[in-house]
């Protein structure tokens, strides 16, 4: 029987691509509070989706990892945990309390 020459390494689970839901571009003030302190920091909601948002913010580096995050224009109160940061920029997924 022929056997192969051609070495192979270990496979791997490819997860197949999930389309993602389309976010809606939106410039919403809003609120992130930080749970621990009660600290209140105003933000801009960039763009949103059902799953989370994008938020940009000014010293975004004193934002943890889960807030709050409120808007009044329409009624969002939500928790929600930081997945990303850049620049003045953060990701957040919204998570159910």
Same mark, same amino acid.
């Given at each position: 029987?022929? %056997? ?5 390494g270990p496979q791997r689970h490819v997860r197949p691509r999930v389309a993602r839901e389309s976010r809606v571009e =939106?410039? %919403? ?22 799953? !989370? ?12 990892? %889960? ?23 953060? !990701? =957040? ?5």
């Amino acid at each position: 029987m022929f %056997k192969s020459s051609i070495k192979r390494g270990p496979q791997r689970h490819v997860r197949p691509r999930v389309a993602r839901e389309s976010r809606v571009e =939106v410039q %919403k003030s809003a609120s992130v509070s930080v749970i621990e302190t009660g600290e209140t920091l105003s933000c801009t909601i960039r763009d949103i989706h059902s799953r !989370g948002a994008r938020i940009s913010i000014i010293n975004p580096e004193r934002v943890p990892n %889960k807030v709050m995050i409120k808007s009044r224009s329409d009624g969002l109160d939500t928790l929600g945990e930081v997945v990303w940061r850049r620049g003045n920029e953060i !990701g =957040v997924r919204f998570v159910s309390r």
